[in-house]
């Protein structure tokens, strides 16, 4: 068994959570549990790779073997019951670059891309900086629970041309049932639409609940998909930089690689090959472990909420080690809300409006640090809102 409890100080290595939480919140000395990455260590079969290649001292041009993108293969049948092949894969520094990438690959100005909110905002943000339509597809949450608004999609879907699926889904924590992947598709191929769909939090998935991969659902929805997966938010490795598109049309992915090189991408860093590579193959016992400490730490969120704070409700993740919680109740702003947190809490996390329409009056907080951050931070949460 992992462990997972070991406090490992970050401050003063370059982590954007943790060194750079004053200049961008303005206050000082407050916990951070706003960017979405860990605190903890990647597994020991990674570290060891890593160091067994710094000892090698030389870190010239790297290519991408042909053993990584087996293991990628061999980690979606695994993991995921999806049969891939080794020449759908299309590698990037990133997920984020590689929706900026889909959108220039597969859209051109003007053209109407669906975002359903609320959501990770690079979705719109990229949207909008590459002079695209923006259309709205909000999200209903109904009973607590996230639903896509198929009604509403029908009407906007006309004329689009691309649309962001978050699969599972950020901030809210759905892992979408095969049968809503389903009539999603069924509507994107009606009207042409291709469907970029970012599965990086695909491994985080919580017992209960199941991962459908969308292009794993039939080979007509293959056609019309790019597939983003990454090991750096499963294995806590952002800092490598390396994603994986999954592109099984040869046009899309000719397309998609044609981008790429007008932008000058060729490869992954050195270590973002070997540490990618290393997770997919050896990191899986660690995950588990890993899986099974972050359920606890959502369970202890909801409780406390439940328990200290009962005008909030949390939106209980099905995926993701990361918790949306409604504040609505409260009535207050969003920089009402984040002020009290700074303020007086001394806590920093992600506020609600940042995610678009529907996020407002709601928070995200990360809970993928050891039990006693968590505690301290729900303490801290619990002295700003208490009295509210």
């Known amino acids: 068994m992992y462990s997972f409890d070991d406090f490992i100080e970050r401050r003063n290595t370059y982590s954007v959570k943790w060194d750079e939480t004053e200049r961008i919140f303005g206050v000082k000395d407050v916990l951070p549990l706003w960017v979405a990455d860990m605190d903890f260590k990647a597994p020991a079969e990674v570290l060891e790779a890593l160091a067994k290649r710094v000892e090698h001292g030389v870190f010239g041009y790297t290519s991408i073997p042909a053993s990584l993108k087996q293991a990628v293969c061999d980690w979606m049948v695994n993991k995921h019951e999806w049969q891939i092949d080794s020449k759908w894969l299309s590698f990037s520094p990133g997920v984020v670059p590689a929706l900026a990438t889909a959108i220039q690959a597969f859209t051109s100005p003007g053209d109407k891309v669906i975002v359903?909110?609320?959501?990770?905002?690079?979705?719109?943000?990229?949207?909008?900086?590459?002079?695209?339509?923006?259309?709205?597809?909000?999200?209903?949450?109904?009973?607590?629970?996230?639903?896509?608004?198929?009604?509403?999609?029908?009407?906007?879907?006309?004329?689009?041309?691309?649309?962001?699926?978050?699969?599972?889904?950020?901030?809210?924590?759905?892992?979408?049932?095969?049968?809503?992947?389903?009539?999603?598709?069924e509507l994107c191929l009606e009207h042409n639409v291709i469907v970029v769909s970012d599965e990086i939090h695909s491994d985080l998935v919580f017992s209960g609940s199941r991962h459908t991969p969308f292009a794993s659902i039939s080979e007509e929805f293959a056609q019309i998909s790019?597939?983003?997966?990454?090991?750096?938010?499963?294995?806590?490795?952002?800092?490598?930089?390396?994603?994986?598109?999954?592109?099984?049309?040869?046009?899309?992915?000719?397309?998609?690689?044609?981008?790429?090189?007008?932008?000058?991408?060729?490869?992954?860093?050195?270590?973002?090959?070997?540490?990618?590579?290393?997770?997919?193959?050896?990191?899986?016992?660690?995950?588990?472990?890993?899986?099974?400490?972050?359920?606890?730490?959502?369970e202890f969120t909801c409780s406390f909420i439940e328990k200290h704070l009962p005008k909030l409700k949390v939106i209980k993740p099905e995926a993701t080690y990361l918790v949306w919680i409604d504040c609505r109740e409260l009535q207050k702003s969003d920089q009402e809300l984040k002020q009290l947190l700074l303020q007086k809490g001394k806590i920093a996390v992600e506020p609600g409006n940042k995610f678009g329409e529907g996020g407002t009056g709601f928070i995200r907080l990360n809970v993928a640090c050891t039990r006693e951050t968590l505690q301290e931070a729900l303490k801290r949460l619990a002295t700003a809102l208490g009295e509210l």
């Open 116 to 185: 359903q909110t609320p959501v990770y905002y690079p979705f719109f943000q990229l949207v909008e900086k590459n002079n695209r339509e923006l259309v709205l597809n909000p999200l209903q949450l109904i009973n607590g629970k996230y639903e896509m608004d198929f009604a509403d999609l029908k009407e906007k879907i006309k004329g689009a041309k691309l649309l962001l699926l978050c699969s599972p889904h950020n901030p809210g924590g759905r892992v979408w049932s095969k049968e809503e992947l389903t009539k999603l598709g």
């Open 226 to 298: 790019v597939t983003c997966i990454a090991p750096t938010k499963t294995f806590n490795l952002a800092g490598l930089q390396s994603a994986i598109s999954i592109i099984p049309n040869r046009t899309l992915k000719k397309q998609f690689d044609s981008v790429q090189q007008r932008q000058g991408f060729f490869t992954l860093n050195t270590f973002a090959v070997v540490g990618t590579e290393a997770a997919y193959r050896h990191g899986n016992q660690w995950l588990n472990d890993l899986l099974k400490y972050l359920a606890e730490n959502v």
